[in-house]
């Protein structure tokens, strides 16, 4: 085991974020240089920018309405990019999918709100419950309480390696029904903070769930391009309701999420996304496809999105540059996962095995003495511990609490990002500072 | 009185719109150019983006955290631009301004029913109401309407140029009190689709009544840039409220507004925008600076919008081109005023004079044959006219009710932002159309 870094820099070093650009992800140039163009189009005729990502602007810009991407572009918004969507999720379900049913957004995370409050009955005096994964993104929660309805928190099974335990989900469902009247189940595929990929079982047993309870399946399946074990590869809710076949495939009330921050482009800065609806009632449809009010994303952002939708083509500069950015983020991230098992296997922290997320769970060991000076100080065990490890390391990690974790665990948060030597300067501060810690409150 | 025009091509001709970019305004190079190369960065050393343009666009990317406009940078969104958002207001209005009281948002549309829904007690069985003005922009009732408020429509005091008539405020306000609780005046500054800019006494007034009847002011004042007039000029209803002195200055409840798409740059395509929030109640400034809900714009947005509060400076050749086109769009429209005036002089088309917004609502005197017509085929008389209209004239206006209009009246929205000649043919075909329509119906 090498020796401990010394603690770095004065600014903490953030080993948690989901940002990929700001964990160190290279762009991929050629959509950056589109993006250029479209912007300025003088550019269109500079060598500046290369003949392929040129023309490719060209394109564009001819194709939307005001032939300038500082217009509103309300069709290419709402007709346009929507079909090639359609048309992407086509190829990767091999079910129908219908334009109309597809919204582009600002982001999961603002469109989330705005879902749930046409969920929720505001005439009810028994508020709408949802059902959100533990650990899982905080902001399903959050845009719950914003919407008016309840978060019923459901644990994931840790021990079998994050699955979708769908005997505890209706044990809390059941639970929940003396509070509130639960309506929807938030599932997150491939998991965050925890990395999994569900199995196609696994999400037989959902669905079935779902239709036994009769609620609304809401799938954020914004890592779907993070899945990088060809094993257990990413499979959409869409496409094992469809192949499920009737009464499922007509009948389950699915809502899907896709974002470009978690996408091979990792693009979090253009604010850009899409969900499609599937057998959604027309009382929640229609408001989407009305409401002016709907946080939309940038008209850079749709270009970028669009042609990410593009079909495979070895032919052509845009999809060999896509290609190469998908390889090489599944390399990392299989390479970086792999780093973590072998740094955490030589200390006393543990940790379920990713596959398609970018970020990890790993499990502490904390000695009661701890748990009790946490409580002393009016602290979670996990924030305390990431306090103490902040201040003796310098490196900043997110606790579980913040993402919930089973009752009586404690876990931290790890990126899975950031350029191996600082995922194992994050690693090895991590692994002896628990060692440390361990042996301070033994 | 210059001939007719025939009706033109198969696509109906758009004169409503307030896109600025679709309805011709060029976009201000040098700020295309530094989006360009904040995008792509290669161009940061190449001569096909001017010194100017990429010395702005290196400090730009230096000051984000990310280094890179790819990544989330959240310090950027929430401390430095902000920073400059307040210095801008405190040089407008010459007031403090608390940058930690500006909200950047993705436009003005979707971040107010966020904003409503914190307004609203849900579990009251008294509805809050939020008063709109008629004829205003359709999204401050869909926002209240979404946020489970009620709508409380006034009108506007059309013969004393759309001036906002306090008294008929008040009448509504004690009226709908039967069956809301009014708890927001919703004021539009310039006016949108009116084009009328507010004078000193006209917002003392509001204020005073904002404050005997305890009510929040939200002042979409989106269009500020748009006030054309030197007689009339634009002032924020942050600097009425700052010279009025205490307790007003200390006690009103503000919420202003502005938009980029209503710009000198009328970039509508970036979705970026600002609130600030001026002696609001704690419960609803904490959620805007918590919730990770919140629409929020693009990284390229918030950099245009960070240019735009700079300072004026006659050595700097990004401020001379926004000088320009301020002056530029400013001539325009003084001009476009001007011509509709001369046109709708010729005709029995009368329209209140406008000073500060892309759009007119000239009143249309319909004869009662029209009305009856009208009421036979289910239609409101301004939208049977526009239908009429548009099929013999290849015209598409937005008729009055859209918007909303005084009882008993009716009008069409027309956009002062299209060329002179298109303008033009626009408003030959509407007077032209009209008086043959008095004509058949009479």
Redesign the interface.
């Known amino acids: 085991m090498p020796a401990m870094p010394p603690p770095v820099s004065d600014a903490p070093l953030d080993g948690s974020s989901d940002?990929?650009?700001?964990m160190g992800?290279a762009?991929v140039?050629i959509l950056?240089?589109i993006?250029?163009?479209c912007?300025?189009p003088?550019?269109l005729e500079?060598p500046?920018?290369p003949e392929g990502a040129r023309c490719r602007a060209q394109r564009i810009l001819q194709e939307m309405?005001?032939g300038?991407?500082?217009?509103?572009?309300h069709e290419h918004r709402d007709l346009a990019v929507p079909r090639r969507v359609a048309r992407f999720l086509q190829r990767r379900d091999g079910a129908p999918s219908d334009p109309r049913s597809i919204v582009l957004t600002?982001?999961t995370?603002?469109i989330?709100?705005?879902m749930m409050?046409l969920l929720v009955d505001?005439t009810s005096p028994c508020p709408t419950g949802v059902l959100v994964p533990v650990p899982g993104p905080?902001?399903h929660a959050?845009?719950a309480a914003?919407a008016?309805a309840v978060a019923v928190p459901y644990q994931l099974a840790e021990e079998r390696g994050w699955a979708v335990d769908v005997d505890m989900v209706r044990q809390e469902l059941r639970r929940a029904q003396a509070r509130c009247h639960p309506k929807v189940l938030c599932v997150v595929n491939p998991g965050d903070p925890t990395g999994h990929v569900l199995s196609w079982q696994n999400m037989v047993d959902i669905i079935q769930l779902v239709a036994e309870e009769n609620l609304l399946l809401l799938a954020d399946e914004g890592q779907q391009d993070r899945a990088f074990d060809p094993d257990h590869p990413f499979v959409s809710f869409k496409r094992v309701l469809w192949e499920m076949g009737a009464p499922f495939s007509s009948t389950i009330q699915l809502v899907s999420f896709y974002s470009l921050?978690k996408s091979i482009?990792?693009?979090?800065?253009?604010?850009?996304g899409f969900l499609e609806l599937v057998n959604v009632e027309q009382g929640v449809v229609r408001?989407f496809q009305l409401?002016?009010?709907?946080?939309?994303?940038?008209?850079?952002?749709r270009i970028l999105l669009d042609i990410l939708m593009d079909p495979p083509d070895k032919g052509d500069p845009i999809q060999q540059a896509l290609e190469e950015q998908r390889q090489g983020l599944c390399r990392h991230l299989a390479h970086q996962w792999q780093l973590l098992q072998e740094v955490l296997g030589q200390g006393s922290l543990c940790c379920q095995p990713g596959q398609g997320g970018a970020r990890a769970c790993p499990r502490l060991q904390l000695p009661p003495r701890a748990l009790r000076q946490a409580q002393e100080l009016g602290l979670e065990p996990d924030v305390f511990f990431c306090q103490q490890l902040l201040e003796a390391t310098g490196v900043l990690l997110a606790p579980g609490s913040e993402f919930g974790q089973p009752e009586g665990t404690y876990h931290v948060v790890v990126s899975l990002l950031p350029p191996a030597p600082t995922l194992e300067r994050v690693l090895l501060a991590l692994t002896h500072f628990h060692a440390t810690f361990i042996q301070a409150f033994s």
């Open positions: 940002d990929a650009h700001a992800l762009p140039t950056r240089q993006a250029a163009a912007t300025y003088e550019l500079d500046a920018v309405e005001a300038n991407i500082g217009g509103y572009n600002n982001g995370s603002s989330l709100p705005f409050s505001v905080p902001v959050g845009a914003l008016g921050s482009a990792g693009e979090s800065g253009f604010r850009v408001p409401a002016q009010s709907i946080p939309r994303p940038c008209v850079l952002g």
